[in-house]
């Protein structure tokens, strides 16, 4: 039975351990064991808490004997990209420099809160180092492999924590997202990802990357799941000074609604034009299910994306600049290479992509007078083979590691918030994602309407077979 609860959601497993159907024991065990029998193959995991993981199946285990209620996550296995801090482990953020940090003294915050919840946290999952990277090919821990392919990329630079969910090795994983980290390995890998408003959840306790783009958020197999860890993870934290200062406006008491009297329309322009078929179609299908005939155009997106590199490749090199200057041979050199180019843009260049970041801000949120949701490839394309260098897209040849996040990149610049929502066609092997974006601050709009699209079946984010 508890093999059956861990191809399923986190929500059974709460209801599960809390009706005593099975313990959290015996749940944090079967993740373990599974963990343990395909790790070496997906290369989703860094490190295994099993001994912290299974103290706290066993303490939520007590706490259901004397008869106290248990968290909406009670007993639900969970794991971290590696740029969240563990306590008693160094933080990675994949690196090879970061190994020799010391180790971490407490949680980052996000994973208190979950499992403040019941969630019980197995381990640290693969990343792209410093997370710069739309792959998931890590050069010193090695790639993260998609389950439903193992000779393809998860995307990045969330790999591990999208290969662990679409695997069924866990429910829940967190992960981080600045030019689309979360949403590039949801779209490739088949599952739920929530990339929130900028600045609505604490980053205290997470390895930075840019500073001004970072965001955080969950990754699951359900949009119930990714709700309830969204939920339990919302509320104001000292220690994050970047954190906005919005109330705590829980999404699960609105998910029913679906997406009832919600104004939608499609992306067009620059968001259809270097897309491959099959992510149009993804579009196509999501937009009709949701009866959307509209089309509207974000303008400036190609320019914002432009930008957004520039902030990337600056912020980026100044966070690194002593680690570049000391250890840069221990870079994965694509990396390096990147981040050395950023340190050398001129001081003029990032003035002008700041400015043009606010006159970008203003464009989408006039679109939002009248739209509600917004509808866009997540990216353009299905997962390229491990080891691609370029892929095809309009008839123009690309490099596969950056434009990966074609789509994702303008969307972030200006900090909305999105749900990657995966899709199937009828035949597929390889599933492909589908944004759906909101005004900020309204998550609760994004998961209603994803919500109300697995419900009749337009995407859905079933757990790999594994051998």
């Not at 599974?34 to 706290?56: C, I, M, S, W, Y």
């Not at 969630?119 to 180092?129: D, Y």
């Not at 990714?226 to 934290?237: E, H, I, P």
Request: aromatic content about 6%.
């Amino acid at each position: 039975m508890t093999a059956a609860l861990l191809d399923g959601s986190a929500e059974a497993i709460a209801e599960a351990v809390r009706t005593g159907a099975a313990s959290a024991r015996q749940i944090t065990q079967q993740a373990l064991d599974r963990v343990k029998a395909h790790n070496a193959a997906l290369g989703a995991f860094t490190d295994v808490t099993a001994e912290r993981a299974l103290a706290k199946a066993d303490a939520i285990d007590a706490l259901r004997a004397r008869g106290r209620s248990l968290g909406p996550l009670a007993g639900a296995p969970f794991a971290v990209k590696n740029l969240f801090d563990i306590e008693g482990l160094p933080t990675r953020a994949g690196s090879k420099i970061n190994r020799d940090r010391p180790r971490a003294t407490a949680d980052a915050t996000l994973i208190t809160r979950l499992e403040a919840a019941g969630g019980v946290l197995v381990g640290a999952l693969n990343m792209g180092e410093y997370a710069y990277d739309f792959t998931g090919e890590n050069a010193h821990d090695g790639p993260s492999r998609n389950p439903h392919d193992l000779e393809r990329m998860t995307g990045g630079s969330s790999g591990g924590s999208a290969a662990a969910v679409a695997g069924g090795l866990i429910p829940i994983a967190l992960g981080s997202d600045t030019n689309g980290s979360i949403r590039v390995p949801s779209s490739l890998c088949g599952v739920f990802g929530l990339k929130p408003t900028y600045g609505r959840l604490s980053r205290a306790g997470a390895f930075p990357f840019v500073a001004s783009l970072d965001h955080v958020g969950p990754l699951t197999r359900s949009v119930v799941d990714l709700t309830l860890a969204y939920d339990a993870m919302l509320g104001r934290d000292e220690a994050d000074p970047a954190q906005a200062g919005m109330p705590a406006a829980p999404a699960l008491p609105t998910l029913g609604e679906g997406a009832r009297g919600l104004r939608i329309a499609r992306l067009g322009g620059y968001f259809a034009q270097l897309a491959d078929p099959g992510a149009v179609a993804a579009v196509d299908r999501v937009a009709r299910a949701l009866k959307s005939e509209r089309v509207v155009e974000l303008a400036g997106a190609e320019a914002a994306r432009s930008a957004a590199y520039l902030v990337t490749m600056t912020e980026g090199a100044a966070l690194h600049l002593e680690r570049l200057r000391t250890r840069a041979r221990d870079f994965d050199p694509d990396v390096r290479d990147r981040l050395i180019a950023g340190a050398m843009l001129p001081g003029a260049w990032i003035v002008q992509a700041q400015k043009y970041r606010r006159r970008f801000r203003a464009e989408a949120l006039r679109l939002f007078r009248d739209v509600d949701i917004l509808l866009a490839p997540a990216t353009p394309c299905r997962a390229p083979r491990l080891g691609q260098k370029t892929f095809v897209l309009g008839r123009r040849e690309m490099l596969v590691r950056p434009n990966l996040g074609l789509f994702t990149q303008p969307i972030s610049f200006v900090g909305l918030p999105v749900v990657a929502a995966p899709v199937w066609a009828k035949g597929d092997e390889l599933p492909i994602g589908v944004q759906i974006i909101a005004a900020p601050w309204r998550e609760d709009l994004a998961l209603r309407v994803a919500a109300a699209l697995e419900r009749d079946g337009v995407v859905r984010a079933p757990a790999a077979k594994l051998a």
